[in-house]
């Protein structure tokens, strides 16, 4: 217990709306409440009798209370909401952090847009849609879009230096704007059409599809409307297949389950009807015991706090206590009238159904793979002498024979992957290969963030690589005055078989095997696969980049509509690439001085 003095708070406390922070004697916020009368909500937590076990260990704590008055109690909600994302108090119910959610992105600053895949920070410029609520649900959309719309969907380094259609173009799946195949005007439309379909406005969408194709063949334009005809079709099965209902909902559909050992709230995404996919979350529960009491702290963190968009509708699985303000303020964050309730029938309780279901399915998944990480973590540390881990770090390097090099870190827990912790680290400034180097500059970057006490320190840290990578390591971590982590090096064994794999320790530089059954092995393996799995990703990913970026981009005076010229008139890079100064002078708008400044950039080896 602390000597906070609750009496003498309380006695000046305001009964006007507002928020509370409960604090220990260090400074660190336990608990953020809202209250539409702070003094009867705070005075709560101090009665002499029937709290939980929970509200019990929360106030035993409480060192001081901090209170923000507000002018209403939606005002109280969406600052609530605020506090709890930036402080993240143990005792609120807390969704893990994703990082940032995928959308479809539309860069309309372009005069032949494309549609991309994109996650993190909204872009300032061009369009957005969603956020999905899975990276699945927005490649599928986009893999539709493309056959049925032939939307480009190819960056604009490369758009902008095609000299002739791609393999998309050939296989039907783009209209080829790069080389003008399609106007300016006929293109502008098929960009309509997908802003309807993403919009769920569906009815809209064929409507207008089927006054093109009556108007195409009242002018005898035949293959044009036989296009139409197709991607109205097209359209049609898609309604088809995912359309529960007839008036296009647009809805988001939640449902809380709850056994021993966990529980998931599943968000079922409904937009014109329809379903785009299920978001499973897994809470830290707080002070929250009862399902109603868990949708009253879920749902205002999870659209408030994440920039999600609000459907106009919520159907819940069970009564939320504090429906009409959460409701009022929805519509006060999206400016339109956001109905929630959760006594619903028909088409809209298949909804819901569906939403329990994937909350049930979704939770005993987890269960089950949480008692094998148990399992293979109780073996770990049987073996190693150890504390059962709590987090563990995992490093690999990444590059194709030196280039585009990046290191990855991947963060384990007890429940398993902790993708909001995994970083990448792209390196520069070593000697093309080496590995060594690589690995070092990773380790130094990343544990001098935790020397200083930004990141937590892990229990354990594993290395992709044998003893010179595992020395590596230890030398940096000895640097820096780290000495309390657990580090060992996998590599392949003799046989370089899955299974076989061996096991270095830094402490006893002891070089071991471990049996191909063993469920330590199992999460070493585990762990060194998923670190290999994101490096190779985000190296891919940069050696595609670089690689897809033109020679000619950067060339003083050369913009894009010189270098599409110059393309088209060589027939290609390598083309261009064996002309004199003199041949690249005589191509239309290029002086001289910029044909030697084109020859240069192309000789540059």
């Given at each position: 217990m602390t000597d906070f003095d609750a009496s003498r708070f309380l006695k000046n406390l305001t009964v006007r709306p507002g928020i509370y922070q409960m604090k220990n004697a260090n400074g660190k916020v336990l608990y953020v409440g809202k209250a539409k009368n702070l003094k009867s909500r705070v005075s709560s937590y101090f009665r002499s009798g029937g709290l939980a076990s929970k509200t019990m260990a929360l106030v035993s704590k409480i060192a001081s209370i901090d209170v923000t008055v507000t002018r209403?109690?939606?005002?109280?909600?969406?600052?609530?909401?605020?506090?709890?994302?930036?402080?993240?108090?143990?005792?609120?119910?807390?969704?893990?952090?994703?990082?940032?959610?995928?959308?479809?992105?539309?860069?309309?600053?372009?005069?032949?847009?494309?549609?991309?895949?994109?996650?993190?920070?909204?872009?300032?410029?061009?369009?957005?849609?969603?956020?999905?609520?899975?990276?699945?649900?927005?490649?599928?959309?986009?893999?539709?879009?493309?056959?049925?719309?032939?939307?480009?969907?190819?960056?604009?380094?490369?758009?902008?230096?095609?000299?002739?259609?791609?393999?998309?173009?050939?296989?039907?799946?783009?209209?080829?704007?790069?080389?003008?195949?399609?106007?300016?005007?006929?293109?502008?439309?098929?960009?309509?059409?997908?802003?309807?379909?993403?919009?769920?406005?569906?009815?809209?969408?064929?409507?207008?599809?089927?006054?093109?194709?009556?108007?195409?063949?009242?002018?005898?334009?035949?293959?044009?409307?036989?296009?139409?005809?197709?991607?109205?079709?097209?359209?049609?099965?898609?309604?088809?297949?995912?359309?529960?209902?007839?008036?296009?909902?647009?809805?988001?559909?939640?449902?809380?389950?709850?056994?021993?050992?966990?529980?998931?709230?599943?968000?079922?995404?409904?937009?014109?009807?329809r379903v785009l996919g299920v978001n499973s979350q897994f809470p830290d529960l707080g002070l929250f015991e009862s399902s109603e009491e868990i949708l009253d702290a879920f749902i205002p963190q999870y659209y408030l706090s994440s920039g999600r968009s609000i459907p106009t509708e919520l159907i819940c699985s069970h009564r939320l206590n504090d429906a009409v303000l959460v409701a009022d303020a929805f519509s006060h964050e999206c400016g339109r009238k956001v109905r929630i309730t959760h006594a619903v029938r028909g088409v809209r309780q298949q909804f819901?159904?569906?939403?329990?279901?994937?909350?049930?399915?979704?939770?005993?998944?987890?269960?089950?793979?949480?008692?094998?990480?148990?399992?293979?973590?109780?073996?770990?540390?049987?073996?190693?002498?150890?504390?059962?881990?709590?987090?563990?770090?995992?490093?690999?390097?990444?590059?194709?024979?030196?280039?585009a090099t990046v290191a990855s870190c991947v963060v384990f827990d007890v429940s398993g992957p902790l993708k909001s912790d995994y970083r990448i680290f792209n390196i520069t400034d070593v000697r093309a290969g080496d590995d060594y180097a690589a690995m070092r500059q990773a380790l130094s970057r990343r544990y001098r963030r935790v020397k200083s006490g930004e990141i937590p320190l892990p229990d354990v840290l594993i290395i992709d690589g044998g003893k010179g990578q595992l020395t590596e390591a230890t030398e940096i971590l000895s640097e820096l005055g780290i000495h309390d982590i657990f580090v060992l090096g996998i590599s392949k064994g003799p046989s370089r078989k899955a299974g076989f794999e061996l096991i270095h320790r830094a402490d006893t530089a002891e070089e071991l095997t471990l049996p191909s059954t063993s469920p330590a092995l199992h999460l070493i393996q585990h762990i060194r696969d998923e670190a290999h799995r994101f490096a190779i990703t985000k190296h891919r990913q940069s050696r595609s980049k670089s690689r897809s970026q033109s020679p000619l981009e950067g060339i003083p005076g050369v913009g894009p509509k010189r270098r599409q010229s110059l393309l088209r008139h060589f027939g290609g890079i390598r083309e261009l690439a064996r002309a004199s100064v003199s041949d690249i002078a005589r191509v239309a708008g290029m002086s001289h001085q910029t044909a030697e400044l084109v020859y240069s950039a192309l000789h540059t080896d």
């Open positions: 209403s109690e939606v005002e109280a909600l969406l600052l609530e909401q605020n506090l709890i994302k930036d402080a993240r108090p143990p005792y609120n119910i807390l969704l893990r952090d994703d990082k940032s959610y995928p959308y479809i992105y539309m860069n309309t600053e372009h005069s032949f847009p494309g549609l991309y895949y994109r996650r993190g920070n909204r872009q300032s410029r061009g369009k957005t849609f969603g956020p999905f609520p899975s990276a699945g649900a927005v490649k599928s959309t986009l893999n539709l879009i493309q056959k049925t719309f032939q939307i480009r969907q190819c960056e604009q380094s490369v758009f902008q230096n095609r000299s002739r259609p791609c393999l998309q173009y050939q296989i039907g799946r783009c209209s080829a704007p790069c080389v003008n195949f399609i106007s300016e005007t006929e293109y502008a439309e098929d960009l309509e059409y997908t802003r309807l379909f993403l919009e769920g406005l569906n009815g809209e969408l064929i409507a207008s599809l089927e006054a093109r194709m009556d108007g195409a063949a009242q002018a005898l334009e035949f293959e044009k409307a036989a296009r139409y005809r197709n991607t109205i079709a097209r359209v049609r099965r898609v309604q088809s297949e995912q359309v529960m209902e007839s008036d296009s909902a647009d809805l988001d559909a939640i449902a809380v389950f709850k056994r021993s050992g966990g529980v998931c709230v599943a968000v079922l995404s409904v937009r014109g009807g819901l159904d569906l939403a329990k279901t994937n909350a049930e399915e979704s939770l005993a998944l987890r269960l089950a793979t949480r008692d094998g990480q148990a399992k293979r973590l109780n073996d770990f540390a049987e073996r190693f002498v150890l504390d059962i881990p709590e987090r563990i770090e995992c490093f690999d390097i990444s590059h194709t024979s030196g280039e």
